[in-house]
């Protein structure tokens, strides 16, 4: 009894340590095709004249993901210009999430006035190869002979309700660095936010 109960647990964990695994630092990431808000599907090779991407997974419900929205709408302001647009993903599943259902994040992007893609990820497929586990959660990918290599990991900055002045900003200093033909300082931080919204398996 003891020896199956042992087995179970540790195929438990193997089982949880699966679903959380996800690209690392220096892997390549594959490109995709997802859902744009309008209708059309979008993929990292559509944007040629890229140097590399800010990925971000958000979505319209989590009060962290609402507060960086400005932040994000920047990010891609300040850097799509010098190469690094962002290509943000909501990974809830709209079921058990019914405010990120499409139609919600069309009319999330027009009242924000989101100038880069928001794409739909319903079955997760995306979310599950980078390891994205909040909202939101960055990777930073630079464009590379060898494809898109994850560069940065985790929190768009240290300020997660925006009210600090002494904020560190990993994103931005991530893309910096890379520019700039350097690595970053900083690869990896905790992303905090509101956990992914996953879809009931069956449904």
Known sequence: MKTLLTVCLLSLGLLSKAQTAGYQIGDVAADFSLKNINGKTVSLADMKA??????????????????????????????????????????????????????????????????????MDPDHVITKRFGASRTPHVFV???????????????IDSDTEGTSANKVNYVESAIDAIAAGRKPAVTTTKAIGCTIKWKKQGV
């Open 50 to 119: 890229a140097k590399g991407y800010i990925v971000i997974f958000t979505c319209n419900t989590c009060p962290y993901a609402m507060a960086y929205e400005d932040r994000i709408i920047a990010l891609n302001k300040k850097y799509s210009a010098l190469g690094y647009p962002v290509v943000a993903i909501n990974p809830n599943d709209p079921i058990a999430q019914p405010a990120d259902t499409y139609e919600k994040m069309q009319e999330k992007a027009k009242s924000k006035g989101f100038n880069f893609p928001y794409l």
């Open 141 to 155: 990918l630079q464009k590379t002979d060898k494809g898109n290599v994850v560069q940065y990991i985790g929190a």
